[in-house]
C-alpha cells in the first residue's frame, strides 16, 4: 500500500516549553509531519526557504517582528498557508487580512490532557484544511466598487460561509450600500470572535453590521451575524423579519450552521431571499441552499477559481442548489442585479 503524503507543517512559537508541547500533539496525526520549529520570524523565513512546509502555525505576538508584519512581509514572496494560533484578539481578523487562512483560539483554564486534546483535534482539523488552501486568492480580493441602489424591505440576503470567509464576507459587504435589503450571515467562529467579527465590519463598512441577538429585526442597510456556538434562524413575527439564536445541536458539526439558517430562510422567506454561499470546507450549506431554490429564491456560489477553500460552494453546485456561478469580487454586484429582478 503507498503511503499518504503527509502535511509538512513549520512550527513558530517563541516558548519552546509550549513549542516541543505543540510539536508532539501535531506529530501523533498520522497525517502530520512537524519539518521545522522557529522561535522568531527571521529562524522561521529561513526555514520556509529550507524545508518548504505545505502549512505554518503561527503566533501573532512575537520576538523580534510581531506575527502581523511578517505575514505582511513575507507572503507576496514566500506564500504559506498559515494558521494562526493565538489568544483571543481581534489581530487575528488582521492576520487573516494579511494572508493567514485559518485561525485557532489558544484556550485558557484548562488542564494539560485537555490542551493535548485540543491540540489533537481544533488544531490538526485546522492544518488539514489549510493544506488545500488556493493562497493566489488572498491576493485579488476587490476592494472598490461601491454599488448603490434602491431599498427592498421584502427580501433577504443569507450567507454562508468557514474557511476563507471573514476577507470573501468583507469583500461583498464593504460594496453593499445602506439600501441592501436585511442580510444575515453565517460564518464558521467561535463564540467571542463572531462579535469583534462584526464590530470589525461595522466599523470598516457603509452598511450597519452587528452580531445578532434573538429578537433583532432584518430590515434594509443592517447586516447581522450569528454569534458563535448558537445556531441562528429567521422568524417571522406579525410580518416583520426577526432572527433566533439558540442552544442546540450542531448540524454538519458546525454551531452556527448554514444549513440551519438557509433553511428557515427558505420556510420563512419563501421566493423572497436569495442565498448565497462562499469559500469554506465541507458541504454545510449545500443542502439548506438547495432548499432555498426549491422554494424559488435565486442562489449564488462562489466559483473555483475565487475560492480559497471551493468545498462548501461545490458541495452546493453538485446537487443543483447554485443558479450562477460568480467570482468573488463579481458578487456584491451580481446581489444588487438578481434583487432587481425579483
Known sequence: MTDLKKIRVLVLEDSLMFQNFLVKSLNKDPMIEVVATATDPYEARDNIIKYKPDVMTLDIELPRMNGLEFLRKLMPQYP???????AMTDKVFDA??????????KPSGITYEEMQSFLENELTTKIKIASTANLSNFKNLNR????????????????????????????????????????????????????????RLNKQCS?????????DRVEPGKVLIAPGNLQMRLIKINGIYQVECKSGPKVNGHRPSVDVLFESVAKQAKNKALGIILTGMGAD??????????AGCPTIGQDEA?????????AAYDIGAVQ??????QIARKTYSVIEQM
Request: one cysteine or more.
Open 80 to 86: 504559506i498557508a498559515t494558521v494562526v494560533f493565538s
Open 96 to 105: 487573516l487580512n494579511a494572508g493567514a487562512v485559518d485561525f485557532v483560539p
Open 144 to 199: 472598490r466598487n461601491f454599488i448603490r441602489s434602491k431599498g427592498r424591505e421584502d427580501i433577504i440576503v443569507a450567507i454562508g460561509a468557514s474557511t476563507g470567509g471573514t476577507e470573501a464576507i468583507y469583500d461583498v459587504v464593504k460594496k453593499f450600500d445602506i439600501n441592501i435589503p436585511g442580510v444575515v450571515i453565517v460564518q464558521h467562529m467561535p463564540p467571542g470572535f463572531t462579535e469583534m467579527f462584526a464590530q
Open 207 to 215: 452598511v450597519a453590521v452587528a452580531e445578532a441577538k434573538t429578537g
Open 285 to 294: 450549506g449545500a443542502k439548506g441552499l438547495l432548499e432555498m431554490r426549491k
Open 306 to 314: 475565487s475560492c480559497v477553500v471551493y468545498g462548501m460552494p461545490k
Open 324 to 329: 450562477y456561478q460568480v467570482d468573488l469580487a
